[in-house]
């Protein structure tokens, strides 16, 4: 059968490690049983190739949870590649186009939780060789309904080359929630159009909470944040200070390239990044959006002044010292009581606003409720005394570092200090 694929458009510092390089190999995870409380680890480069492995052959992880333990270094500098997580599978079939669509895709449907963890030294790579595949290249190739990625760090060694549907870590987002992730890759990629330094295409769901901080080179529909918006997603709080660059392209912005369709949505966003790409009749390089339908909503964006952008409706330019100013977080923030906007008092982004999971990663991998929590320590040892048989325990340092996990309630601390204990959700710290 021929396919013919329908593309929907209008045109950190690493503190430690605790695995080694990765030498190319699968191997499945022994922690974990994929429920909320118990999820299964990736504590290893070899357990992530074997999720890489297991999604692609069509295990979607409905239901399940998934949760990486450690920073991961894949070794690319070594020459080592990988596939992306899935495979994108969208098309009409030639022979009856009356047909509509045919979705193969092996689609991620369950819970990442990337636990602030660093994937780094990464090459993901797909480039297809004829017409018979999309694929969609980034760290995971394509979510659905039901799929939610958080937490998740692509380190600024990491590379993404691909051909269509190429971003730093979602290819084609179809639905689902992508939230609190950052991608510092060096991006390239040979698509015509949907290249995102986080999402490529993004056609419903919703993507909060991310930035990208790294360098990104494509051809038409290129956006910091997401390539091609559109079907009702909604992109908030979310900025970019990497480089957005397609030099022979149109419809590039500095959050996203190309917007379309009633319910989209772009709000709380800034852009601090270069965002580069021809000035012709059609298009020229904009700070927010490079290209937007008249129902997109764009409300609350900011850019830099850097005396090459224009403002637009919803688009409003800052200097450097107003978009420090503590004002810029009161703005950004637009009055939600959880203030996912907080000051850059610790100069992780040179003093432009950050998100609270910036500042206090030990906050953000709370849950939503805090009950109360028993422990004590005594003689270098940590006792929780009201935990139940069958849950699971997560100690970690006050850096954020993930020091302990599993199912003792007498656990030995190898150094003195304050931890951050958590129980199936209750809470607490402890001086050790």
């Not at 409380?37 to 357990?47: A, D, F, K, R």
């Not at 549907?165 to 698509?191: E, K, R």
């Amino acid at each position: 059968m021929m396919k013919n694929y329908f593309l929907l458009a209008a045109s950190a510092l690493t503190i430690f490690s605790a695995s080694a390089a990765w030498d190319g190999t699968a191997q499945e995870w022994t922690n974990g049983d994929g429920t909320a409380s118990n999820p299964y680890l990736i504590e290893t480069e070899q357990h992530l190739a074997y999720f890489q492995e297991q999604v692609t052959g069509g295990r979607s992880f409905a239901g399940e949870y998934v949760r990486l333990a450690n920073d991961l270094d894949m070794s690319a500098d070594a020459g080592m590649k990988i596939l992306p997580i899935g495979f994108f599978d969208e098309y009409v079939n030639a022979d009856d186009p009356q047909g509509g669509l045919i979705d193969e895709s092996k689609y991620f449907l369950g819970t990442f939780d990337g636990n602030f963890k660093t994937i780094d030294n990464i090459h993901i790579e797909y480039i297809a060789t004829d017409f018979e595949a999309v694929g969609g290249t980034g760290l995971f190739a394509c979510l659905d309904d039901g799929a939610l990625v958080k937490n998740v760090i692509l380190g600024s060694r990491s590379i993404v080359t691909g051909g269509e549907l190429t971003a730093g870590l979602v290819g084609q987002m179809n639905g689902g929630t992508l939230q609190n992730s950052a991608s510092l890759a060096t991006i390239d990629s040979q698509s015509t159009f949907g290249t995102g330094g986080v999402v490529a295409v993004a056609s419903t769901g919703k993507i909060s909470g991310c930035y990208f901080g790294g360098s990104l080179t494509g051809n038409s529909d290129v956006g910091g944040i997401v390539g091609t918006a559109m079907y009702g997603v909604e992109i908030e709080n979310c900025y970019n200070r990497g480089v957005v660059s397609a030099p022979n392209g149109m419809f590039v912005g500095g959050i996203v390239g190309s917007a379309y369709d009633s319910g989209t949505r772009i709000v709380n966003c800034y852009n601090i990044g270069e965002v580069i790409s021809a000035e012709t009749f059609l298009s020229s390089p904009q700070p927010i959006v490079g290209d937007a339908e008249y129902k997109v909503l764009v409300q609350n964006c900011y850019f830099l002044d850097n005396g090459s952008f224009s403002e637009a409706s919803g688009v409003v330019k800052k200097s450097a010292d107003e978009m420090k100013n503590e004002a810029m977080v009161t703005l950004l923030n637009a009055g939600d009581a959880s203030a996912p906007w907080q000051a850059d008092t610790k100069l992780l982004n040179d003093g432009y606003p950050v998100f609270a999971w910036q500042n206090d990663p030990i906050a953000a991998v709370q849950v939503a409720h805090k009950a109360t929590l028993k422990v004590g320590a005594m003689n270098g040892t940590l006792y929780i005394y009201d935990m139940q048989a069958g849950e699971y325990v997560r100690v970690y340092s006050i850096l954020g570092q993930l020091v302990y996990e599993g199912q003792s309630s007498t656990i030995a601390m190898s150094q003195s200090g304050v931890y951050v204990v958590e129980v199936n959700g209750r809470l607490t710290k402890v001086r050790i």
